[in-house]
């Protein structure tokens, strides 16, 4: 059994995530400090995600081909430095939204293939997956809420400097990431892939991740323009982003555990659940920073639970020889097509129904991924599915 390079893969989750925790409480805020309303703020933030609806195919297929998985996650590192320097002569919707394309169309192209690469280290050890991961929401929680002290102090104008310096620590790590001693060959895999995929229940899973991260769509977008707007200092802000990402940490800590007691099914369920319920009381009570504090706890479910799960469907559903386009589809119909339909829909509705509405939306969504879950996904029957 080889030695998993445990150090060097937590370090890129650590800062991969790190600059997640710097753009997704705060680039609203810096985008609404550029003088920019919330439909504008709502489509320059579906940028973000709209990039991941093609971008990870294209990779995962390109890495699949060519077998130069490494290599293309220091090109995506290096490469996303490279066109987010362009954000300094930015002060336009337009200029802001093409270098928020460029770059996120190559930062885009890193996370499916190094959890590929992840994977291929751990080999049999693939239950300590999540205790790598785990570093990548200590991260996370790390940035948000350095910078959520740190604009109470500075304006948010600097966020684009900081991220740039993250960014280029996402690339050093990549440099010291080696090939694992097998990835699998993927050359032959294209018609297995499509025929795994047309199986109904794992097109109606990808359907289910679609849903749960549009319901994240006016989280990610609006939820710290709420917070201030109600008189959260961004300090107050980063704490309770911090929440629910503490949170995330726990659950990613006891996922192996929680994997041995409940089925797939069952978790999915209870986490599709209690994200209806934590969109529902940010829809109702977001004045009061008792309940704000609980359902930032419920991120464990909506993001942790359901990320856990998903990566383990996924490799439930797909052969070894179709993870890499598995994975970038999973990437794809969530945190792509999900995230950019829910920010885009969250800005439209922001201004003229509101958060109460919006985030009953988003709740909504969450009720009928569960429905589809009760119905559809069977995950020991998916051969006959």
Same mark, same amino acid.
């Given at each position: ?6 150090y ?12 997640? /925790?710097?753009? @997704? ?16 703020? /709502? ?10 609806i093609?971008?990870? !195919?294209?990779w ?21 430095? $490279? ?14 939204? =093409? ?8 930062? !885009? +192209? ?15 050890q693939?239950?300590?997956? #999540?205790?790598?991961? =785990? %570093? /990548? ?11 959520? %002290? ?7 104008? %600097? ?13 050093? !790590?990549t ?7 097998? *990835? ?12 795994q995929?047309?199986?109904?229940? @794992?097109l109606?899973f ?6 749960? &991260? ?6 990610y ?11 959260? #200092?961004? #300090?107050? *802000? ?8 503490? +949170? ?33 009381? *940010?829809?109702?009570?977001p004045d009061?920073?008792?309940?704000? $504090?609980?359902? &930032? ?7 942790? @639970? ?32 999900? /995230?950019?339909?829910? +920010? ?10 509101? #958060? ?19 119905? %559809? ?6 051969? &006959? !599915?």
């Amino acid at each position: 059994m080889h030695s998993v390079p445990y150090y060097r893969l937590s370090g890129f989750y650590f800062f991969y995530f790190a600059l997640l /925790g710097a753009l @997704v409480p705060y680039w609203s805020l810096f985008l609404k400090d550029k003088g920019f309303g919330p439909e504008q703020i /709502g489509m320059l933030m579906a940028i973000l995600h709209a990039s991941r609806i093609i971008a990870p !195919n294209i990779w995962g297929w390109l890495a699949d081909r060519s077998g130069q998985r490494v290599r293309i996650v220091r090109y995506g590192a290096g490469l996303t430095c $490279l066109f987010f320097s362009g954000m300094f002569w930015q002060d336009s919707a337009l200029g802001i939204g =093409l270098v928020m394309a460029s770059f996120s169309f190559f930062w !885009n +192209a890193v996370l499916p293939q190094f959890e590929v690469l992840t994977l291929a280290h751990l080999g049999e050890q693939r239950a300590r997956y #999540s205790q790598i991961r =785990l %570093w /990548g929401s200590i991260g996370f929680i790390v940035t948000v809420v350095g910078l959520g %002290w740190l604009f109470d102090l500075i304006p948010v104008s %600097w966020l684009p400097h900081l991220s740039l310096c993250l960014m280029l620590l996402i690339w050093f !790590n990549t440099l010291l990431i080696q090939p694992p001693p097998t *990835i699998p060959d993927a050359k032959q895999q294209d018609q297995g892939f499509l025929q795994q995929l047309k199986r109904h229940q @794992v097109l109606v899973f990808f359907g289910v991740m679609f849903l749960v &991260q549009l319901g994240h769509g006016p989280y990610y977008t609006f939820y710290s323009v709420l917070m201030e707007d109600l008189g959260y #200092s961004r #300090s107050e *802000i980063g704490v309770l982003w911090a929440i629910g990402v503490i +949170a995330e940490v726990v659950v990613f800590i006891y996922m192996p555990q929680l994997f041995e007691r409940y089925s797939y099914r069952l978790l999915m369920i209870s986490a599709l659940f209690l994200t209806a319920l934590r969109w529902a009381l *940010i829809a109702f009570f977001p004045d009061l920073a008792p309940v704000m $504090l609980f359902a &930032q706890t419920l991120h464990a479910a909506s993001f942790a @639970v359901m990320h856990a799960v998903g990566i383990a469907l996924v490799h439930h559903y797909f052969t070894e020889r179709s993870y890499g386009q598995a994975q970038a589809l999973f990437s794809s119909a969530g945190f792509g097509a999900g /995230g950019a339909v829910g +920010a885009l829909l969250s800005g439209l509705l922001w201004q003229d129904a509101g #958060s109460l509405a919006t985030f009953m939306i988003a709740s909504a969504t969450a009720v009928l991924a569960l429905l589809l879950t009760v119905i %559809w996904i069977y995950p020991e029957k998916a051969q &006959q !599915n």
